[in-house]
């Protein structure tokens, strides 16, 4: 099993700038990929951001595609979303998820693990 933990949402103005981190516990050990997804009030869940184990591979909605990066510090067991630009549409609890098969990093149900999620709230 492994937990994950959100950190770092918060309040902040648009075209501002924010750094979520997922902490990883338990069974850390196992290559994970990871994944950020997004649900705002009244919209579907969408996929924001995913890396592989290594970070060789990271891959991005087209909605943050150069305003967003994600990275990882396996030492850490924790992964990064630095948010740049932030516009109002980026409001919505950001959450994390891990698996260690991930055909389609896209897709919410390819990952095995869930955090909680973080609050982003980007004021105009």
């Known amino acids: 099993q492994v937990q994950l933990e959100e950190s770092g949402g918060g309040l902040v103005q648009a075209g501002g700038s924010l750094t979520l981190s997922c902490v990883a516990s338990?069974?850390?050990?196992?290559?994970?990929?990871t994944g950020w997804f997004r649900q705002a009030p009244g919209k579907e869940r969408e996929f924001v951001a995913a890396?592989?184990?290594?970070?060789?591979?990271?891959y991005y909605s087209d909605s943050v595609k150069g305003r967003f990066t994600i990275s990882r510090d396996n030492a850490k067991n924790t992964v990064y979303l630095q948010m740049s630009s932030l516009k109002s549409e980026d409001t919505a609890v950001y959450c994390c998820?891990?698996?260690?098969?991930?055909?389609?990093?896209?897709?919410?149900?390819?990952?095995?693990?869930w955090g909680q999620g973080t609050q982003v709230t980007v004021s105009s």
């Open positions: 998820s891990a698996g260690l098969v991930i055909t389609r990093p896209t897709l919410w149900g390819a990952y095995d693990y």
């Open positions: 338990g069974r850390t050990a196992s290559p994970y990929s």
């Open positions: 890396i592989s184990w290594s970070g060789g591979s990271t």
